[in-house]
């Protein structure tokens, strides 16, 4: 902080030198251009402030604030044991060993003890959001809990009540009775907290209760790959096991964030936390306090990330939005007219960055909403509307069994993708094992050490279109590839369906 502060001062004396070598002033003047200076040094000392907060002198007053409304999360349930396998022992993992023995010796000994049913507790963290008795937590702390209790900063137990949860964004609601008017947080916007920004966390780590860990915002949308819709908040602050759940805030007291993993090869704080961001929490807990579920928007649209090749052979000016690889039947987008080949550009008046933004967005649509979506098309954008569905639980896929097998005909190259090519035909689809379901050109071999090859394209995949214009015979590609090198293009974009699934793979073009 200090050193930016230096430079831009060092920056505003070093135009105070060239005002100074002007003609001598009266004494009059320079006070007057002293005072001028003084004033301007001033303003921008206060908006150089205003712009990056410094570190407080001490966090403890917003501590004392925010300690009340943060809570233990208590759980247990019943563990089913068996203490014996095929007559023998089996000894249990982790930290039950004196239990163990201790029934294994009493078993063997003077009197079998009636068996008692085994309970296993955990415990993590959680906040309050409505003073009535409303609780936000983790999903992982309270998930397989025969009993859910929480414990106030007072020492006070409650029983809790699971009103909802959503395991794909890690999160749950959790209700307490209570005469009392509890101590509520609110929630404030991720989208609007910068990396570098100060946070305060506080949760229940290893148990220990109410602690409160210091640090700022290290990155934005990190993806850890723990569900679909990642884009945590990055935090040093300390974050340990039972922290869990606990709210992250900023320095306006506001939740940012919900605390939920951390990467540890210890299995202690190294200062890399991740917090659930506001934005996304807030919409899912308010659809678990409507209706105790969760009801995502439905594109109906299998998308790709849009990489540097593919953008050269989509004809695109940067890498960005998500490419659409397959589109369901019958989903919303094919009913808009969202085709194979588009690039979402735009979602409901938002761009789309990179491919797995777009996820995110449509799930915290409204279900039968009508969106405009953008895509870049065969060199154009276009604007559809989409009427969005509810994302089912499950996408079911299945393969027509193969058909008989005939002669087999003549494969036709196509020495500028390193390509041998052939019609997809019975004898085909019964070698390669290709559904009737699937139309295209049969890849039969593979030039090694070709652009095709780098990018693992196999004997068996079809090619489905080039250039998004589809194909049903290697002289289609032929034809078509031919045109992009005498257009003087570089690389091709193929629809490729392989391993069962469609994908857009760029070539680049062998001289």
Excluded: C
């Excluded at 019943?78 to 089996?90: A, M, N, V």
């Excluded at 209790?149 to 395991?167: C, H, N, P, S, Y």
């Excluded at 090749?309 to 094919?334: H, N, Q, W, Y």
């Amino acid at each position: 902080m200090k050193n930016r502060a230096d430079q831009k001062f060092r920056h505003t004396g070093a135009s105070a030198q060239v005002l100074v070598s002007r003609p001598i002033l009266t004494k009059q003047g320079l006070q007057q251009w002293m005072i001028g200076i003084a004033v301007v040094i001033g303003i921008m000392s206060m908006a150089f402030t205003a712009k990056a907060r410094s570190a407080p002198d001490s966090f403890a007053d917003l501590a004392e604030e925010l300690l009340p409304t943060v809570v233990n999360v208590i759980t247990s349930q019943k563990i089913e044991e068996t203490t014996e396998t095929d007559g023998q022992p089996q000894v249990p993992q982790g930290e039950n060993f004196e239990e163990f023995f201790r029934d294994f010796f009493e078993r063997r000994g003077g009197g079998r003890q009636p068996e008692q049913p085994r309970r296993g507790g955990a415990q993590g963290s959680g906040f309050v959001i409505d003073s009535a008795g409303l609780i936000v937590t983790n999903n992982h702390v309270i998930e397989g809990a025969d009993e859910v209790a929480v414990r106030l900063q007072d020492g006070t137990v409650l029983e809790a009540k699971v009103i909802g949860a959503d395991e794909k964004t890690d999160l749950a609601l959790l209700k307490v009775e209570t005469d009392i008017k509890l101590p509520a947080t609110s929630w404030g916007s991720s989208d609007e907290s910068r990396i570098g920004d100060w946070v305060l966390a506080i949760g229940n780590p290893f148990g220990l209760g109410g602690s409160v860990s210091a640090g700022i915002i290290s990155a934005h949308s990190r993806d850890i790959g723990s569900g679909p819709y990642d884009s945590f908040i990055q935090t040093d602050a300390a974050i340990n096991r039972g922290n869990s759940g606990g709210p992250l805030f900023n320095m306006d007291g506001k939740v940012i964030g919900v605390n939920s993993a951390i990467y540890s090869p210890s299995g202690g704080s190294v200062g890399i936390g991740f917090s659930i961001p506001s934005v996304m929490a807030q919409h899912i807990i308010e659809q678990l306090r409507e209706s105790g579920e969760v009801k995502r928007g439905w594109l109906g649209v299998q998308i790709q990330t849009v990489t540097e090749e593919l953008a050269e052979g989509l004809r695109l000016d940067e890498p960005s939005g998500a490419l659409v690889s397959s589109v369901t039947k019958g989903g919303p987008a094919e009913k808009a007219g969202v085709k194979v080949g588009d690039v979402i550009l735009e979602f409901n008046n938002r761009k789309v960055p990179e491919m797995r933004k777009l996820p995110r967005m449509v799930a915290e649509t409204s279900i039968g909403r009508e969106v405009d979506v953008v895509v870049w098309r065969k060199g154009e954008k276009k604007t559809v509307s989409v009427d969005l569905g509810q994302l089912p639980d499950d996408v079911v896929a299945s393969a027509a069994p193969s058909k008989t097998k005939k002669e087999e005909k003549k494969a036709s190259k196509v020495a500028d993708l390193g390509l041998y090519l052939g019609e997809l035909d019975s004898e085909t689809r019964q070698r390669f094992s290709i559904s009737d379901s699937v139309n295209g050109v049969v890849i039969t071999d593979v030039v090694p050490n070709s652009s095709a090859a780098e990018k693992s394209l196999r004997p068996g995949d079809i090619i489905v279109e080039v250039d998004q214009e589809e194909v049903t015979n290697p002289g289609q590609v032929a034809s078509l590839v031919g045109k992009a090198k005498e257009a003087g293009f570089r690389v091709v974009t193929l629809l490729v369906f392989k391993q069962g699934e469609y994908s857009w793979v760029a070539i680049k073009l062998d001289s």
